[in-house]
T-cell receptor, first 114, second 113 residues
Framework: DTAVSQTPKYLVTQMGNDKSIKCEQN?????MYWYKQDSKKFLKIMFS???????INETVPNRFSPKSPDKAHLNLHINSLELGDSAVYFC?????????????FGPGTRLTVL | DQQVKQNSPSLSVQEGRISILNCDYT??????FLWYKKYPAEGPTFLIS?????DKNEDGRFTVFLNKSAKHLSLHIVPSQPGDSAVYFC????????????FGSGTKLNVKP
C-alpha cells in the first residue's frame, strides 16, 4: 500500500500548455511538500502545506500554483509550461513539518516540456 | 547558493569494503542532518539521521558522523553490499517548526560484486 503516491509518473507536453500533477498520502501526516529536482540533480523545495495552509513558498514563478483540498492531498498546477520546467517533481509528507521530522517521498513525476 | 554540497558525484566500492560518502554544509544554524537513499524511478527514502548534539549515530551497517566545527558529515556503510548501489542524498534543516530541508546533489554509489 503506497504511502505517498503521485500521478502521472511521466508527463510529456508542449510549451504553453497547462498541466497538473496530483499527490496523495495515506500516512495521516499534517504537512506536505513539493520539490523540484533539476538537471543538476539538486532537490529544491517549492512549497509546503500544513493542514491545508501554505507554509513555505519559495521563489517559484506564479505559473506554479499548489492546491490542497484536504491534508491528504497536495496538487501542483502549472500554467503556460516552459522548456525550463522540465524536471522531476517529487511530492513528500511529514508528520508535523518540524525540522526533525522525516519526510516521506513519492516516486516522482518526470515532466518533459517540448 | 547551495547550502549543502556533495562534491563527489559518484563512488565505486568493492562488495564487503567500506563506503564513505561525504557532505559539507555552510549554514551554522542547521541542527538536523539526514541521509536519504534513492533507487532509479523511485522517490528518496530515509536512511539515517543525526542531530547537532551528537557526533555519531549508528544503525546496523550505516553510521553517520558529524563534525560541526568543519561543517562536515559523512555516511559510512560497512560492509557494503550490491543492494546498496543507489544515489545517496545528504540533507540538512533547522530544528524548529516548518523548516526547510536543504538537499545536496547526491552521490551515486556503485558496489561491485
Amino acid at each position: 500500500d503506497t504511502a505517498v503516491s503521485q500521478t502521472p509518473k511521466y508527463l510529456v507536453t508542449q510549451m504553453g500548455n497547462d498541466k497538473s500533477i496530483k499527490c496523495e498520502q495515506n500516512l495521516g501526516h499534517d504537512t506536505m511538500y513539493w520539490y523540484k529536482q533539476d538537471s543538476k540533480k539538486f532537490l529544491k523545495i517549492m512549497f509546503s502545506y500544513n493542514n491545508k495552509e501554505l507554509i513555505i513558498n519559495e521563489t517559484v514563478p506564479n505559473r506554479f500554483s499548489p492546491k490542497s483540498p484536504d491534508k491528504a492531498h497536495l496538487n501542483l498546477h502549472i500554467n503556460s509550461l516552459e522548456l525550463g520546467d522540465s524536471a522531476v517533481y517529487f511530492c513528500a509528507s511529514s508528520q508535523t513539518g518540524a525540522g526533525a521530522d522525516t519526510q516521506y517521498f513519492g516516486p516522482g513525476t518526470r515532466l518533459t516540456v517540448l | 547558493d547551495q547550502q549543502v554540497k556533495q562534491n563527489s558525484p559518484s563512488l565505486s566500492v568493492q562488495e564487503g569494503r567500506i563506503s564513505i560518502l561525504n557532505c559539507d554544509y555552510t549554514n551554522s544554524m542547521f541542527d538536523y542532518f539526514l541521509w536519504y537513499k534513492k533507487y532509479p524511478a523511485e522517490g528518496p527514502t530515509f536512511l539515517i539521521s543525526i542531530s547537532s548534539i551528537k557526533d555519531k549515530n549508528e544503525d546496523g551497517r550505516f553510521t553517520v558522523f558529524l563534525n560541526k566545527s568543519a561543517k562536515h558529515l559523512s555516511l559510512h556503510i560497512v560492509p557494503s553490499q550490491p543492494g546498496d548501489s543507489a544515489v545517496y542524498f545528504c540533507a540538512a534543516s533547522g530544528w524548529g517548526n516548518f523548516n526547510k530541508f536543504y538537499f545536496g546533489s547526491g552521490t551515486k554509489l556503485n558496489v561491485k560484486p
